[in-house]
């Protein structure tokens, strides 16, 4: 496939019956101006824009201008919002159509903040500056540590005051997505109470993102292990940086197995298993060490709406379900131990090593120790028991011995090791004061160090100059940090 200058687009999902969206275009906005372009996630997509003025691209970006043969929509989908269930849909998105990328994959293009639809449940339709350019950052710094996420191609402001606590800037943000099929879009479809629409929506789902299983002896069972398996991966990714998605509701559960929706997700500072960020979430259900859990909850809920096309025999049906189900834990946990083994340079297995991380991540949680920079401490060539706080005390050097001995009774070479967790342990993340800094100047219109941020994220792998100032945690004495609903 060439590059394309316009936005070339399909639209297989319109095969769906028509209660799973309504078609209507975006609310034009004032005067659209366009802030963020991600570069490179264009070529990926095959678009052609340097020959485009700012002034077109921000048209393009805000919904301003569409195609003649643009059938751009709002996507219908219900889901359980902090264990209640609701029915929900886009309630100030529009999905501009699929594109077909080079490389041959299919993804979504959608435009946060553009409107109201049917969907919105009395909103405004529209969304804030600051959130959509929080969402940039940290997606793009999710991409670059290898998990799965949706992405953001640009954002434009809109030239218009939205309201929230304080009014705000409006802003529209272009998120692509391998799809927007999520675990509450079963949920609605098996809430219409008709077992067609949620048929046709798990063939659809199968030729979309699992055609290998499109010739399954039980479709739906396939479905339900493959999503279950994604999620694994995703939700071990998510341990393994210390990342806090924050409103895990099952409509926030992608069935491609990105990461979607960054509104009160942050990253962790000191190990805490218990860490929460969001401001709503008063009883910790999403905190660190919960989200292996919600995860089968989510899931559960997914099963449970594909009882219908399961078996005709609900009895049968849960039992083929349950079956599935009953193996996330183990699964998980094999994953979960295989990833930690990596972030401790380990690659042979050993009946302590459970005993060995427990220990560890019991100091780091007594001793508050930054969760980030102790793995990567740990890998680092020259560090040693003692060689700065919080390792000079006697607790950590005899965790550090048995952690040694373990790798040496394997004939795991210190290289090799070290190597292996700097390639699994970032150096960098998007620390929250440091995103929140960034933000803060743009509200006052000064992008530099929204920018410069987002350079620094590129290779969260590498330790490279002027990276320092993104290391250091939020200064001691700092309020504690919330995020909200904003995106």
């Not at 200058?5 to 101006?33: C, I």
Request: with cysteine.
């Amino acid at each position: 496939m060439k590059s394309q200058t316009a936005l070339a687009f399909e639209y297989s999902y319109l095969d769906l019956p028509e209660a799973f969206y309504t078609q209507l275009a975006p609310t034009p906005v004032a005067e659209p101006r366009l802030v963020a372009l991600n570069d490179a996630l264009a070529q990926e997509l095959g678009l052609h824009l340097p020959g485009l003025s700012s002034q077109d691209k921000a048209a393009l970006f805000s919904g301003n201008r569409l195609t003649p043969d643009a059938q751009p929509f709002a996507q219908a989908y219900a889901g359980h919002q902090f264990g209640g269930f609701t029915m929900l849909g886009d309630g100030r998105a529009h999905v501009l159509g699929e594109l077909v990328t080079p490389s041959g994959d299919r993804v979504d293009v959608q435009l946060k903040g553009s409107g109201p639809t049917p969907y919105s449940r009395r909103g405004d339709g529209r969304a804030a500056l600051g959130p959509m350019l929080r969402e940039y950052v940290i997606s793009e710094a999710m991409h670059a540590m290898g998990i799965p996420t949706t992405r953001a191609l640009a954002v434009v402001t809109t030239g218009q005051t939205v309201y929230r606590e304080q009014p705000e800037q409006g802003a529209i943000l272009t998120r692509t997505a391998a799809s927007h099929l999520r675990v509450g879009t079963f949920e609605y479809a098996s809430a219409l109470g008709n077992p067609a629409p949620l048929q046709a929506l798990l063939d659809y789902t199968l030729a979309r993102h699992f055609p290998n299983l499109a010739d399954a002896d039980d479709k739906a069972i396939a479905l339900l292990d493959v999503v279950m398996q994604k999620q694994i991966d995703l939700i071990v990714h998510w341990m393994r940086v210390g990342f806090i998605h924050g409103v895990m509701n099952t409509d926030n559960m992608a069935l491609s197995g990105e990461t979607i929706d960054y509104g009160p997700c942050a990253f962790m500072d000191s190990y805490d298993p218990a860490t929460v960020f969001s401001s709503i979430d008063h009883q910790g259900r999403y905190a660190y060490a919960n989200q292996p859990k919600i995860a089968l909850w989510n899931l559960t809920r997914f099963a449970e709406a594909l009882l219908p096309v399961i078996d005709d025999d609900e009895k049968q049906a849960i039992a083929k379900a349950e079956a599935t189900l009953n193996t996330f834990s183990t699964g998980y946990r094999k994953k979960w131990l295989a990833m930690m083994r990596a972030k401790l340079g380990l690659t042979k297995e050993d009946e302590a090593d459970e005993t060995l991380i427990a220990g560890l991540l019991n100091w780091m949680k007594a001793t508050k120790a930054d969760y980030t920079n102790t793995f990567r401490d740990l890998g680092s060539p020259g560090f040693s028991p003692g060689c700065k706080a919080p390792y000079d005390t006697e607790a950590f050097s005899a965790w550090h011995t048995d952690w040694q001995a373990r790798r040496e009774r394997y004939g795991e070479s210190r290289k090799a090791s070290q190597a292996l967790m700097q390639q699994t342990n970032p150096a960098i993340i998007p620390r929250n004061h440091k995103v929140e800094e960034a933000l803060t100047a743009t509200s006052d219109g000064d992008l530099k160090p929204f920018r410069t941020l987002l350079s620094a994220l590129q290779s969260p792998y590498d330790d490279h100059h002027g990276l320092a100032p993104y290391q250091l945690p939020a200064p001691e004495g700092s309020c504690r940090y919330q995020t909200f609903c904003g995106t």
